[in-house]
């Protein structure tokens, strides 16, 4: 399928995963500071050339738990939610450290669902990220982990930021939305387990066939997993926009995806 449309669209949400931020080799996590300069520039040089521009970034509790030198998840939600008020901050200053070596100013959204569900709040939120994106910032925005509580999901939790990347790429009327993972796209069939997998490079409707295709969650410090990015990319086509999956790996596949090439899973109604 020709690409070349992509190069048309301006709004665009960016979703990234803690596995695309941090190292997780040897049992260890810290911060994987290339991956965010990388991340930084791509996004920086896509704003330079016109495109605008929002960041759906995860990894707080990872961010949390990395420096306080855990290797691994506590069990209890208050301490999880001690470990995003820890990292949310440290990940932003590092987000902003790098966005202004590239001279590109950022802004920290938090948001909980209970904001999205109500009609005054959703128009507040609405108007304060159309007024960002007017003024060039890129708005960074990230569940608020440490006030929704699991308990109240319904109330206060998106549950996921593949689901709220879609969730914000419906309130700023994005053209697309692109989810950087730590897989290419979606298979026929899970790659670790199949050598024959084949990636899928065109999906246009989400059927029971494609949902069957979808895995579990990822790693350890991952919430989100296949089936989550599949229920975003429902939203995505819901609201007759277009969704990319794609590796995380190197960010500057970006630049190849709004060049027309075709990289990772596209997720658009073949009227579109």
């Known amino acids: 399928m020709v690409r070349s449309f992509m190069k048309d669209f301006k709004r665009i949400v960016i979703k990234v995963g803690t596995n695309s931020i941090m190292n997780t080799e040897d049992g260890k996590m810290e911060v994987n500071f290339r991956q965010l300069d990388r991340l930084a520039f791509a996004i920086s040089t896509l704003q330079q050339e016109g495109k605008e521009v929002v960041l759906v970034s995860s990894g707080a509790v990872g961010?949390?738990?990395?420096?306080?030198?855990?290797?691994?998840?506590?069990?209890?939600?208050?301490?999880?939610?001690?470990?995003?008020?820890?990292?949310?901050?440290?990940?932003?200053?590092?987000?902003?450290?790098?966005?202004?070596?590239?001279?590109?100013?950022?802004?920290?959204?938090?948001?909980?669902?209970?904001?999205?569900?109500?009609?005054?709040?959703?128009?507040?939120?609405?108007?304060?990220?159309?007024?960002?994106?007017?003024?060039?910032?890129?708005?960074?925005?990230?569940?608020?982990?440490?006030?929704?509580?699991?308990?109240?999901?319904?109330?206060?939790?998106?549950?996921?930021?593949?689901?709220?990347?879609?969730?914000?790429?419906?309130?700023?009327?994005?053209?697309?939305?692109?989810?950087?993972?730590?897989?290419?796209?979606?298979?026929?069939?899970?790659?670790?387990?199949?050598?024959?997998?084949?990636?899928?490079?065109?999906?246009?409707?989400?059927?029971?066939?494609?949902?069957?295709?979808?895995?579990?969650?990822?790693?350890?410090?991952a919430m989100g997993g296949m089936a989550t990015k599949l229920s975003a990319a429902k939203i995505m086509l819901d609201h007759d926009a277009a969704m990319v999956i794609t590796d995380a790996s190197e960010p500057t596949v970006l630049f190849r995806i709004f060049d027309g090439d075709q990289v990772g899973t596209l997720f658009m109604k073949e009227d579109n």
């Open 63 to 221: 961010v949390g738990a990395a420096s306080l030198g855990m290797d691994a998840y506590p069990d209890e939600l208050v301490e999880k939610q001690a470990l995003a008020a820890i990292g949310q901050g440290i990940l932003m200053g590092h987000y902003g450290r790098f966005f202004d070596h590239y001279n590109q100013v950022v802004a920290q959204v938090l948001l909980t669902r209970d904001v999205i569900d109500f009609p005054t709040s959703l128009e507040n939120v609405e108007r304060s990220m159309e007024s960002l994106i007017n003024k060039g910032v890129v708005p960074i925005i990230n569940e608020n982990d440490t006030v929704a509580v699991e308990e109240l999901d319904h109330l206060t939790k998106f549950g996921d930021n593949d689901t709220l990347s879609a969730i914000v790429a419906s309130i700023v009327k994005a053209d697309v939305l692109v989810i950087l993972s730590d897989v290419e796209g979606l298979y026929d069939k899970n790659p670790h387990e199949y050598e024959d997998a084949q990636l899928l490079s065109y999906i246009p409707e989400i059927t029971d066939q494609v949902i069957a295709m979808a895995g579990g969650k990822g790693s350890e410090f």
